[in-house]
Every structure is written in structure tokens, then in C-alpha cells.
């Protein structure tokens, strides 16, 4: 996600998101507008130590056997969800006219205030934790440039386990309304 501002107010933006099933993509797309894609993600942990290891590693793969992008964390040190800023989530809703040459139906920009809720581990300790990351957009693509997003700097990496339901969401920004 990335900050951003509105009318003086932070958010996070959701500029994209990955799902390997229809269903997910259908309703974050037509709802809430997230810009979600098909993809084969996987996740594995090597090294000795807990709670992963020395590092986990995520990848995501468009289509099969093109990977392209990696993310991977050293779990280091475990993070009071409470320390943590509670932003709503900006996405933009865009639904193209079925006809050509005419502005879109539907332009928004949509608020969605989550409420998550951390795991906890046997003990009560949340299942959160930080530490050194990295993030490398893999391939090189014209036909799917998703290394243009690849990050220049990263200041810490997160992994948590949550639950958190989406409910309807509320538009901030009608582009084609005559005031927006």
C-alpha cells in the first residue's frame, strides 16, 4: 500500500492486489474498485530459527512460470498491533462505458475503513512481527510492466496473520460529478 493525502487526511492506497481466484477479483474489482490481477502466489520459509525461519519468501507469478515479483522478510522482532497506524484504505473504482468514445460509467474513489483483527498465538502474544525486507519486481515486461512499481527504498517489512471483513465502502471523490 502507499500513503498518501486527501483534503488533509492520510489513507493508504491500494494500487493493486493479487488473487488466484474469480470470485475475489470479481467483487474487489466491481465494489470496492481494487485493481486485483490473477496470479500464482506462493510462500516458503528457510533457515533455522522460529517463528519462519530465517526468512520467508513470497512470490507471485503472471502467468505461470513468469515470476515477477519477490518479497522476502526476516521475521525478527514481534510488533504490538497497537503501535501500528489504523489508516482507512483509498482505491479507485473505474468502470469503462460499454460504448467507445464516452467517459467512463462509473469514476470514484472509494474509502473502505477495516477493521482487522491480529491472531494471537496459545500464549496471547499477536501474531505480528517486523523486520529487514526486501521487494524485487522480477521481470522485465512490456506486456505486464509491473517492475514500473518496484520500490527504491524500504525502511522496515511486516508479516502478520489477520481476519477483517470488507463492508461497503464510501466514495470521497465522484470524478464525473460536475463538482468533483
Request: aromatic fraction near 8%.
Amino acid at each position: 500500500m502507499i500513503r498518501a493525502s486527501l483534503d488533509g487526511e492520510t489513507y493508504l492506497y491500494q494500487p493493486f492486489i493479487f488473487t488466484d481466484n474469480e470470485v475475489p477479483l470479481a467483487a474487489g474489482r466491481e465494489i470496492w474498485g481494487y485493481a486485483k490481477k490473477l496470479a500464482v502466489m506462493g510462500r516458503t520459509y528457510g533457515g533455522g530459527g522460529s517463528p519462519f525461519g530465517e526468512q520467508m519468501l513470497f512470490s507471485v507469478e503472471r502467468p505461470p512460470g513468469q515470476r515477477i515479483m519477490t518479497v522476502s522478510i526476516a521475521c525478527e522482532r514481534l510488533v504490538d498491533p497497537a503501535d501500528l497506524e489504523d489508516l482507512p484504505v483509498l482505491s479507485t473504482r473505474l468502470i469503462p462505458h460499454a460504448e467507445p468514445d464516452h467517459l467512463p460509467s462509473v469514476a470514484e474513489l472509494v474509502r473502505l475503513d477495516v477493521e482487522a483483527h491480529t491472531h494471537a498465538s496459545a500464549d496471547g502474544t499477536p501474531k505480528l512481527w517486523s523486520g529487514r525486507a526486501s521487494v524485487t519486481m522480477d521481470a522485465i515486461s512490456q506486456v505486464d510492466p509491473w517492475h514500473l512499481l518496484a520500490p527504491t527504498r524500504i525502511l522496515d517489512g511486516y508479516f502478520g496473520i489477520f481476519d477483517f471483513d470488507l463492508h461497503h465502502g464510501r466514495v470521497v471523490l465522484d470524478y464525473l460529478a460536475e463538482d468533483g
